[in-house]
Nanobody, 119 residues
Framework: QVQLVESGGGLVQAGGSLRLSCAYS????????VGWYQQAPGKQRELVAA???????NYADSVKGRFTISRDNAKNTVYLQMNSLKPEDTAVYYC?????????????WGQGTQVTVSS
């Protein structure tokens, strides 16, 4: 069973920073990508940033230049450094791991961590 545990959320003032962590464990065939998603109240879950097994990254336009996704393979952890936070960044942030090997494909989600940015 694969588990993802997010941490690092909290309350911060606009302009501040937070670093989210996504620690994953369990039997994983081959990580295709790990991504961070945000879900604000009443809205759909949206991709914020993702990093592939080769290290390629992509970001939502709304966070480019402010957020950075990175990974530490030795710690089985993916991070999301969030700088210059804005009230509109307020959401629950979820980590998603895509496990893909040959014809087998699995998707795992963490439980989410709340980020609240006050103006």
């Amino acid at each position: 069973q694969v588990q993802l545990v997010e941490s690092g959320g909290g309350l911060v003032q606009a302009g501040g920073s937070l670093r989210l962590s996504c620690a994953y464990s369990g039997i994983i065939l081959r990580i295709n990508a790990v991504g961070w998603y945000q879900q604000a109240p009443g809205k759909q879950r949206e991709l914020v940033a993702a990093i592939t097994s080769s290290g390629s990254t992509n970001y939502a336009d709304s966070v480019k230049g402010r957020f950075t996704i990175s990974r530490d393979n030795a710690k089985n952890t993916v991070y999301l450094q969030m700088n210059s936070l804005k009230p509109e960044d307020t959401a629950v942030y979820y980590c998603k791991l895509e496990d893909r090997f040959l014809t087998k494909e699995y998707t795992y989600w963490g439980q989410g961590t709340q980020v609240t940015v006050s103006s």
